[in-house]
């Protein structure tokens, strides 16, 4: 049986252990679910922090954060850390989310020597600074319970939905290439998460007479890095799939305007989007978790616009019969 690791598009079987695995993780999180759902949810305007953990993870700001971020969080190597631009970023997430990226990613130079405990003195004085009062009780570290603080009562999705649209530009390449070049090598690199941990050692890059484009990525930039650009460029370039006047590799025309192939279009983005959030977090387990995501979203569209049946022995994947509903 084939694994969807390898072959992320067009996948129909998956190995018995994804299917365990699944189930097993269906489990914990209805167990995850029982407890959380004990726990009322909180916004920072209640108050979710203390003083005291503000002025902590104040002093800690000014020695490991001050440099790239500004004395003032108004931003200079690093983005700003306040204001609306700031909040505007963060406020569709919980704090699980911020206190995960500060703990994992940060500082650039470093990351992953904060502990939680720090990660969330920092997100503290943070609030403090954009003006959220201070409460009683510290800003717990405990995923479960900051994954039930958000930024306001309203519901995330109570703004209008913005309609997702393509490029004006005109296309260059027809569908498939831009699948082979951008989608196909991305969600692969985040397939081998899998079975590989972006977090391990790796050996310095030696050039060979034999040129791999991968292995000299991955000398320059870290296996997590490249996990996080991997997701950004499955949720970039998804909508790329909506450009008007693409065409199909067997010169159909893209069906840019039907409901469904923008349904599954949304559905990769959104599982950009997820594998971004779980690579933030620099735990192996997630990103391998989402990957299922990925799976799904592929398999939905290659379903209905791919994987045709009626192929020849000459052309067994049947690819005239590609992009038509």
Known sequence: MKSSRRIPYGVRVRRLGTFIGVSSVCVLVGLFALVVGAQSPRVVDEGVYTSAQAEGGQALYMAQCAVCHGRSLAGGLGPPLSGDTFVGRWSSLPLSDLVAKIQGTMPEDA????????????????????????????????????????????????????????????????????????????????????????????????????????????????????????????????????????????????????????????????????????AQTRDQAAVSEVTNVIAEACYNCHEAYRDKPGGSTEDPSNKAARCIP
């Open 111 to 278: 990351p992953g020597q904060l502990t939680r405990e720090q990660a969330a003195s920092l997100v503290a004085y943070l609030l403090q600074a954009g003006g959220f009062p201070a409460g009683t009780d510290e800003l717990s570290d405990d995923a479960a319970e900051l994954s039930q603080i958000t930024w306001s009562n309203a519901p995330a999705d109570q703004a209008a939905p913005v309609a997702l649209t393509g490029p004006s530009a005109p296309p260059v390449g027809n569908l498939a290439e831009v699948m082979r070049g951008i989608m196909f090598p991305s969600s692969n690199l985040l397939f081998n998460v899998q079975g590989h941990d972006p977090g391990a050692p790796q050996a310095t890059f030696q050039a060979q007479d034999n040129f791999s484009w991968v292995d000299w990525g991955a000398g320059i930039y870290s296996g997590w890095q490249i996990v996080d650009y991997a997701a950004i460029a499955l949720a970039e370039a998804a909508p790329l799939f909506l450009t008007p006047g693409r065409l199909c590799e067997n010169g159909q025309p893209v069906p840019v305007e039907r409901e469904d192939w923008i349904r599954y279009t949304e559905e990769m983005v959104e599982a950009g989007k997820a594998a971004y959030r779980a």
